[in-house]
Each structure stands twice: as C-alpha cells, then as structure tokens.
C-alpha cells in the first residue's frame, strides 16, 4: 500500500521533497481503501435512473433524502435476483463498494436485493395486479367451468409441506382419483419458475402419453408472510395460470390470504383442504343421490302404470264388450252395402234413360239439317275469303306500282337520258372529282344508249384547261373541222 501522508519538518520546507504520485496509484489507493473497509454491506434506498442494456447488466442509482450512491448488478447476479427491480421500488440491497476509476466515483456492486418492509411489497403487489388487470388477464369471461368428476388431478406444490398430504387424505375421505404430483419450490429464489413450469408442465402432457394429462390442476401451499407467498404474486406463475388450457384451483395460503394467482385461476379455494372438496364430490353422498334418483325413478314408473291401469278399466266401463262392439259394426257394414248396392242401380238406370233421350234428338231428317246449315255457312264463309283476298291483293299491287315509279324517277338512267354522261375508269368504277383523273388515262364514257371508250388528253387536277377558240367565218385554222371533245 502506497502511503499517502506527506512528511512534517515544521517549518514547511519538507513540502518540496514530498513524493509526486501517478493516477492510477491515487486510485488504486482509494480502491483498496474503499473495499477493505467496505467489504459486504446492506444499503437501504429508492431505485431510481434504471438502465438495462443489451450486455445483461443493471445499472441504478439507490438514493435517499440524504444522498445517492450509483449501483450496478452483474448478469450471473441479475438471474438470481429474488424479485426484479423496477423505479420507485424501495429495496435493500446487499453487496460490496468498490470505485470506478475511469469516472473517479465509487459504486455498489449489488449481489442481492429484497423489498424494503412490507408495505413495499404490498405496493408492488398492487401495482403488478393493475398491469396485469388492464390486460384482461383477471376477466370473468376467461375463467372456465370445472369439471364434475375429473379423472386425473394434476398438484403442483412442495413435496415436503403437509399440503400435499392434506389434499391427498381429502381425495381419498371424499371420492379416491388418480393424482399426479410436480414437485416445486413455494418460496425463495426459483420458486415462480419452478411453479410455471409446472403448470406449463401440466398442460403440455399428451393425452395418450405415459404420463396422465390431469383433468384438473391444483397449485397450494400452506400459509405465510407476505415475502413467504410472494413467488405467486409474481408475473410469470399470473401468466401460466391464466393461460392454462386446464381448469385451474389456486389453494394459497390461509383463507385470508390473497395472492396475484387467485385472481387469474378459475377457481380461488381458501384453502388446500378446500381445493380438495372443490376437486371431487363426495361419493357417498354421490352414491346416495344416484339410488335417491334411482328409487324417485321406479315410483314414478309404478305410478305412471297404475294410473294407466285405472285409465283403461274407465274406458272398458264406458265402451262394455268389445265383441257386441265388432256386432255392432259389422251390422252397419252390412247396412251400408245394401245402400250402396241400390244407389248404383238407380244412377245407372238414370243415366240410361238420359242417353235414349239425346240419341231420340239424333234423328236422320235432324243430321240431314244440320248438315245442309253447316255447308251453306261454309260457303258463305269461301266467298268473303275470295273477295277480301281480292281486295288485299290490289291494293298491294297499287303500292307496288307507286313505289316503282318512284323508284325510276331516282334511278340514274333518266338522268343519262335528259343529256348526262358518267365517266368510268379502266376498272369500272365512277370518276366522280377531276383530282381522280391523269393524262393518257384510258376511261368509259357512259351515255344513255351505251359506252364510249376514249383516252384524256392535257394535264390533269384541279387546274382548268384554257378555253378553246372560237370558229370565224365558218370554222378555224383547220377548215372548219370539230377538233376532240376533249
């Protein structure tokens, strides 16, 4: 160790021969002085400036009205940490001082830390049970019905608590079933692990494994301080139960005790024995209320049948013999077919003198009659047909003869007639603009009393030919001979 009291002399000489120190030896020197007398403490304060980065680590000042001290807790300790540390939980911890010197401040290197008196846990507690409410994870409507008479009981609690023993006594008091047993931790670290893995456990069973997949789940243990319950009030066991595809019966503690998995199991028991009577019924009383059922069941029959019996003796009463009855009955029958016998003879006689009478109308002279009507009606008939035939076919003829004429008046050849001409190319076909035509282009010169073929002359488009001159004095250069047309 460095010794750091510089030497007297009194008059203030010595200050000069005083030994000059390096950085590191100054904090070196403060370290060792720190955490030999620092070793293992246990501060009290409020968490507060919480950091958790991705190395693992938790970083946190602790502080009080008087002070604040920089903590941090290392990732191997941070997994055994009883409870998870959050801002504004008043906490103990417990751990060694040491400095940092690259930031020349001490720190508390945490290794443990508890809640701070209980009425941080129950702030804790109260606060967790608002988070997870708000998630619907206490809802009504999640909670499921328990079975009547579950084959398999699956119990998650301590192996070496009375609780088990308790809860196995009632099963076998009150109906005996199969009961499957994980063993757990119900307090201290790794207890809420180990209690959702059991429940997780449970229900991840297959149903036609070597193991029976239970029916029902009970998670007990027996009563304790509030630290003592502490691993059910914590966020994964609340989770597990609530998620749980088995019907769940949390038996925590005594009656008055209320942890976090009471409010997400289906059913709250107040205590293990209780959880036990709500799992079965009792058989004998079972047993007594199936022969209660069993002799209500014969009574009613034996009174259904007697009041029957007596039913059908009233009516043989009122009704007498069925044998006069069958007399009775085959008389009317009988009755009946006489009646029906004569009614047949009479309709048909009836009807036989209503065919006489219309074959009397049919007489010869009457057929005759008839006949000589229906031939002058026929004839009659022939001739409106061939008058009116008449009449249709000349009017048609008549529209016939207008739309004829009318149609030659628009054709073509009368306007040929009246001086006009239509000009053809070699193809046939109309020349109807100027712009259509070339020199030396052969065409067809449509006249009323045939074609003209002939070829054109000059220059073709829209350009107008000079006018040709006039012949004086009887005719032109020529001798007064007609040039081309064209």
């Known amino acids: 160790m460095v010794d750091l009291t510089p030497p007297s002399d009194g008059d203030g000489s010595g200050m000069i021969n005083m030994p000059i120190f390096t950085v590191g030896e100054i904090s070196s020197a403060i370290k060792r002085t720190i955490e030999d007398n620092f070793g293992r403490v246990r501060v009290r304060g409020e968490i507060s400036g919480l950091r958790r980065p991705a190395s693992g680590h938790v970083y946190m000042d602790l502080k009080d009205t008087d002070g604040v001290i920089a903590g941090v807790c290392w990732r ?31 720190q508390l290197v ?106 029902l789940i009970i998670v007990a243990r027996g009563g304790g301080s509030i630290e003592d319950l502490m691993a059910f009030n914590e966020e994964n066991v609340v989770r597990a139960a609530a998620g749980s595809d088995i019907p769940l019966i949390s038996a925590v503690g005594h009656e008055t005790d209320y942890t976090l998995i009471d409010f997400a199991s289906d059913v709250r028991a107040p205590t293990p ?129 207008r739309f004829s004429a009318l149609l030659a008046s628009y054709s073509y050849e009368n306007v040929l007639a009246r001086g006009f001409a239509v000009i053809r190319d070699s193809n046939g076909d109309a020349i109807m603009k100027a712009s259509d035509t070339e020199p030396d282009m052969a065409i067809n010169i449509g006249f009323s009393d045939g074609d003209v073929p002939a070829v054109l002359g000059g220059k073709s488009g829209s350009k107008k030919s000079p006018p040709r001159k006039r012949a004086r004095d009887g005719g032109d250069k020529d001798g007064g001979a007609q040039g081309s047309l064209l």
């Open 76 to 106: 191997g300790a941070v997994n055994k940490l009883s409870i998870s540390p959050e801002d504004g939980m008043e906490i103990i911890v417990t751990g060694r001082i040491t400095t940092y010197g690259p930031q020349s401040k001490y």
């Open 273 to 401: 024995s209780a959880a036990a009577e709500m799992a079965v019924p009792v058989r004998l009383e079972l047993a007594s209320e199936v022969a209660d059922f069993g002799a209500r069941l014969n009574a009613s029959v034996i009174r259904m049948l007697e009041d029957q019996h007596r039913h059908l003796v009233q009516l043989w009463r009122i009704a007498g013999d069925p044998t006069r009855m069958m007399e009775e009955a085959t008389q009317r029958l009988d009755d009946r077919g006489e009646r029906l016998h004569l009614a047949g003879s009479s309709l048909v006689s009836g009807i036989e003198g209503r065919f006489n009478t219309v074959a009397a109308r049919l007489r010869p002279q009457a057929l005759q009659l008839g006949l000589a009507h229906g031939a002058d009606r026929l004839t009659g008939l022939g001739l409106r047909l061939t008058r009116e035939t008449g009449r249709i076919l000349g009017d048609r003829g008549e529209r016939l003869d």
């Open 110 to 215: 945490i290794e443990g830390i508890e809640l701070a008196g209980e009425g941080a846990l129950l702030k804790l507690i109260e606060d967790r049970k608002k988070m997870l409410a708000l998630e619907g994870l206490f809802d009504d409507d999640r909670k499921q019905e328990l079975p009547f008479l579950p084959e398999v009981i699956g119990v998650v609690t301590s192996m070496t608590g009375a609780v088990i023993r308790d809860i196995l006594h009632r099963l076998d008091d009150r109906f005996p079933r199969h009961v499957v047993i994980w063993p757990v931790l119900v307090q201290g670290k790794g207890a809420a692990d180990q209690i959702t893995n059991g429940i997780n456990g449970f229900n991840a069973l297959p149903h036609d494994g070597p193991i029976a997949r239970p029916d």
